[in-house]
């Protein structure tokens, strides 16, 4: 072991002279912990990639500029696992290497479990995991980094009941946290809608691959809308597949973000009129800048993931308010302060679409990113915007 | 511990040398304050290998720990957040409800072998984790969060443990804590091991059937075993949720109960200090990998097939020709 | 109850597909594969770059899935089972051994396959659909005969051919085999390739339907594990019978069970756990594997 672990070093210290023989520039860690292996990788690897993607752009471009100094951007990424265990190693290891800002965890469990390490290190982080307890006080250094489904869904269902005339719904939900949480809030707004919830306690094993047997009772109770709660990219084709094949002629909808080309692949026609919710890349909507991030994404990894489009974001907002509050970069105390405040313009998007932190309504503090709440609805491998509206 | 030589005594003070002084020191010289977390999850994840390693004593693959540390991690969090119990009374609570899980199952299910064991045990895992789902005690799918840090406990005026939240740095004393817990485990262990109970688990290793025949109350053993092995799983977990601060139905999942045996087959199933060293190796070894970035899983799965290939008994035989601590 | 029985003839023809590859290489060996559903994953993305993204015809495709799959599984056997096994005090060792190979092929499959999902074209298209009653895509009714066909072929195989006689024997006793000139070595390796064969056959031909992505890997094993069980470890005639029951019980517990949501599985797995409890080699399984 002893000459391995030497060689190892001899290795990590060849890397980081090398990086440091190219900077010029101070570096400016911002760290990313979320799940990049296993069946849940797409999404932290959209998210892992857009932040490298953005990263790699400033530093070609020359650097960001905060207060006096231009840094370039160094993205400290961390592989989870999914496993909440291991998002607090990935947290200590950001706090050791000095990050104080922080995107993720994926998954409700982790964002909750890395709480108490974020909050003591003076980390803010950006989950993608919707539990309010993360964002209420007292809880204090967690950003919503998406809009959250209780949010979406509402509206979706809104829509659906104005404009398709919609009266019933059904939920099917995997059988873990994330998707049963949301499936809950789904079906609560529903309710509150005055939809009628004719079937809420269907759900399905994260592994299972065939998805007929669980949707034929669904499918008996005919609702004019099928809602996949949380549902992972890897499964929606396959869901979609199954509900048409079954005969299944409603809506379908679900309220995470899902990649056109996956759908594409999985269900091809039979994903046409599903509805999902996006970031800020349909043609109408994305700004010079977005069509140059999504190039330079493909140029740097080969294939886009729509997924990216609301995952550009968060780094994008976190180098924003530290350029408003210079000194926030090392005192995560003045961006919490500067939050009320802070605006900036949205430059992924056309008109002039504010940057600023939101989530009064939901948790009674800013809280949360603004981005805006796209409503897809995929036709023939692409997604066309059904709406999009703003969340407080 | 009578049977200690002097040579095994430096040993097992070098140990706790190394544990208590110097690891601290040595963190400290460095500023590498995030390998205290990484070094008390080792900790905590070697107890509940241990449980694994000593169901392996009686010749069973033992793939259920998860479900055991997760049963510990819900009981401990709930006594404390819904009951306003203190964390350190907790804490057995939560290892001997393990147990008692255990001694339940474990009746019908001890009968089964080999691979047929395993299984049912891995099975279990995942009955415990939808069960969680489940149940409403549990708090569902939205887990049990904002689990307050070990409170203080004092008798008759003296503190005998500090309160965590009135604590500079709980990373030290979850480490402290952690340790302690794995070595008085190791020490029952290896008690336990040279006791005549553990005598007789080894007769059971070789054959059942001629254990029985000779007098030996093999179902007994196998219950207490099965009992101690969860004792020691509830105990891991209850520890764990106090740090996370949180428990959720995926705190433990099947992966972890892999990860536990996997952990005593890489230290090696003949010595009692195996799953120590295995969790060490393989927890830490992923940590210190991180900066390979996306090459991490491949480089770790590489020389994890490497150790076996070359070293098929664990990494303790390397030593074997002084026959350890058997 | 037609849908109920059809969907229960289609994941147990499957299913049983899945464990007979884990189940040879168990009653060869006595290897508990870990990384079989990896094998599998890979023969769905082999699969899938020939015929989704090169345009290979589909059975040309699946045949190199199988090739691929039997060179892979022969290397590992020789250069990495056969040796451990040879020099380790306790045959489950080779647990270890299998995890972090499964770990290995995981890390390959996502450098070089990527995260995402993917999916084919349909190699047929339309749906069967009797009076509502009864509804099933063509394609799925394909995949469904071709698997049975596999299954026959390999039994045929196993019951007919010299080869087939030698693991057979193999897997009975390994000791007298050898004794009975059976080059143990040479066919221990080709027991293990036809097991990886099968693994990346399946894998190739559920790619047309359920897609493949790198997470399934682990998931399958658990999954082909536990039908092992229900039919015996190690007992080809068992692994089938497991296919299928796992297959029925999903089929008849989602539809019968459906009401009480979240709880489904939990009673699959349960009344699994009641089974082996009860019957602890399985169905037909040798006692004590």
């Known amino acids: 072991m002893q000459r391995r672990t030497l060689l190892k070093t001899a290795v990590i210290v060849t890397a980081l002279q090398a990086t440091m023989a190219l900077a010029e520039n101070p570096v400016l860690k911002i760290g990313f912990v979320g799940v990049t292996s296993g069946p849940a990788a797409a999404w932290g690897i959209s998210n892992q990639r857009s932040m490298e993607a953005r990263a790699a752009w400033i530093n070609e471009t020359g650097g960001y500029t905060i207060g006096e100094t231009t840094y370039d951007i160094e993205i400290v990424s961390f592989d989870d696992q999914k496993d909440p265990k291991r998002a607090i190693a990935g947290m200590e290891k950001m706090a050791q290497e000095g990050i104080h800002y922080v995107v993720g965890p994926n998954v409700d469990d982790g964002a909750a479990a890395v709480r108490p390490v974020a909050e003591a290190n003076g980390i803010m982080y950006f989950p993608y995991a919707f539990p309010k307890s993360l964002y209420q006080a007292p809880a204090s250094n967690a950003v919503l980094g998406m809009v959250a489904n209780y949010q979406s869904g509402p509206a979706i269902y809104k829509y659906l009941m104005e404009n398709e005339g919609v009266k019933t719904v059904a939920f099917i939900a995997a059988n873990e946290s994330d998707p049963l949480s949301q499936r809950d809030g789904g079906v609560a707004a529903a309710k509150e809608l005055g939809l009628e919830v004719v079937s809420d306690n269907v759900t399905y094993q994260v592994d299972t691959t065939d998805f007929t047997p669980v949707l034929t009772p669904v499918m008996r109770s005919r609702p004019d809308l099928l809602v996949l709660s949380g549902v992972s990219p890897a499964n929606a084709p396959q869901l979609i597949r199954s509900a048409r094949e079954l005969g299944f002629e409603g809506l379908i909808s679900t309220e995470t973000a899902q990649d056109a080309g996956v759908l594409a692949e999985g269900a091809g026609d039979l994903a046409n009129g599903f509805i999902s919710v996006g970031g800020a890349s349909t043609p109408e909507l994305a700004s010079p800048m977005m069509n140059e991030f999504v190039d330079r994404y493909k140029k740097m990894f080969g294939e886009y993931n729509d997924e990216s489009n609301t995952k550009v974001y968060a780094l994008e907002y976190i180098l924003e308010t530290l350029k408003a509050e210079p000194s926030a970069i090392k005192d995560v105390d003045v961006f919490q302060a500067s939050m009320d405040t802070f605006e900036a313009p949205n430059p992924y998007m056309n008109g002039d679409a504010k940057l600023r932190y939101v989530g009064m309504s939901s948790f009674g503090q800013r809280r949360q990113v603004a981005v805006p709440l796209v409503v897809n609805v995929y036709q023939d491998g692409v997604f066309e915007t059904l709406f999009v509206a703003e969340v407080d | 511990m009578k049977n200690l030589t002097s040579k095994q005594l430096v040993g097992v003070g070098l140990f706790l040398f190394a544990v208590f002084v110097a690891v601290p020191v040595l963190i400290r010289i460095t500023g590498r304050w995030d390998f205290y977390f990484t070094l008390t999850s080792v900790a905590l994840l070697a107890i509940a290998s241990a449980g694994v390693w000593l169901t392996f004593y009686i010749g069973r693959i033992n793939i259920g720990q998860g479900a055991f540390a997760l049963i510990g991690a819900y009981v401990s969090a709930i006594l404390v957040v819904k009951g306003g119990v203190s964390f350190w009374i907790s804490l057995p609570a939560a290892g001997l409800f393990a147990a008692l899980v255990a001694i339940l199952i474990g009746l019908p299910i001890l009968r089964l072998r080999g691979v047929y064991f395993a299984m049912i045990t891995l099975v279990l895992t995942q009955v415990v984790t939808l069960t969680a789902l489940a149940l409403p005690i549990t708090n569902g799918a939205k887990g049990i969060s904002s689990i307050p840090l070990p409170s203080g406990i004092s008798i008759f005026g003296v503190p005998i443990i500090p309160d965590f939240a009135a604590m500079e740095n709980t990373k030290l004393a979850f480490y402290y804590a952690a340790c302690i817990l794995m070595i008085l485990t190791y020490a029952a262990l290896y008690r336990l091991v040279n006791s005549r109970l553990g005598h007789l688990c080894r007769s059971m290793q070789q054959n059942e059937e001629l254990a029985s025949s000779i007098g030996v109350n093999i179902s007994y053993i196998r219950i207490v075993i099965f009992a101690i092995s969860s004792f020691f799983g509830g105990i891991g977990g209850a520890m764990f949720g106090s740090i996370a601060q949180s428990v959720y139905p995926s705190s433990f999942q099947v992966a972890d109960s892999v990860n536990f045996m996997l952990n005593c087959f890489l230290g090696g199933l003949g010595y009692v200090f195996g799953p120590m060293l295995g969790t060490l190796v393989l927890y830490f070894g992923w940590d210190l990998l991180f900066e390979l970035g996306k090459y991490q899983l491949l480089v770790y799965s590489l020389i994890l097939i490497a150790v076996i290939r070359f070293l098929p008994n664990g990494l303790l035989s390397l030593r074997l020709g002084k026959g350890g601590p058997k | ?289």
Not at chain 3, 229 to 236: F, L
Request: net charge positive.
């Open chain 3, 1 to 289: 109850m037609e849908q109920i029985l059809a969907n229960g003839v289609y994941l147990g023809s499957q299913y049983a597909m899945i464990a007979l590859g884990l189940t040879l290489i168990f009653a060869l060996m006595n290897v508990l594969n870990f990384a079989h559903g990896q094998m599998y994953v890979i023969g769905g993305f082999v699969t899938y770059t020939f015929y989704g993204q090169l345009g290979v015809p589909f059975v040309l495709a699946l045949i190199i899935s199988c090739l691929t799959l039997a060179v892979l599984g022969a290397l590992i056997e020789k250069f990495l089972f056969a040796p451990v096994i040879k020099g380790s005090a306790r045959e489950e060792s080779t647990m270890l051994l299998a995890a972090g190979i499964a770990f290995l092929l995981d890390a390959l499959i996502l450098l070089i396959f990527g995260e995402k999902q993917r999916g084919v074209p349909k190699i047929v298209n339309g749906v069967f659909n009797y009076d509502f009653r009864l509804i099933m895509p063509y394609d799925r009714i394909v995949i469904c005969v071709l698997a049975i066909l596999s299954i026959i072929a390999f039994i045929c195989l196993m019951q007919y051919s010299k080869t087939g006689r030698a693991l057979r024997a193999l897997a009975q006793d390994r000791t007298a085999a050898q004794l009975m000139g059976v080059n143990v070595d040479r066919y221990s390796m080709i027991g293990f390739a036809l097991g990886a064969m099968l693994a990346g056959l399946v894998g190739g031909l559920l790619v047309t339907i359920t897609g493949v992505n790198l997470g399934m890997g682990g998931p399958t094993s658990i999954k082909a594990f536990m039908m092992v069980m229900i039919g015996g470890a190690g007992v080809i005639s068992g692994a089938i019978w497991g296919g299928i029951i796992l297959g029925f019980m999903e089929a008849i517990g989602l539809a019968v069970l459906s009401q009480y949501g979240d709880i489904t599985y939990l009673l699959i797995f349960v009344s699994l756990m009641i089974f082996l409890a009860i019957r602890p080699q399985g169905l037909m399984g040798k006692p004590w594997g």
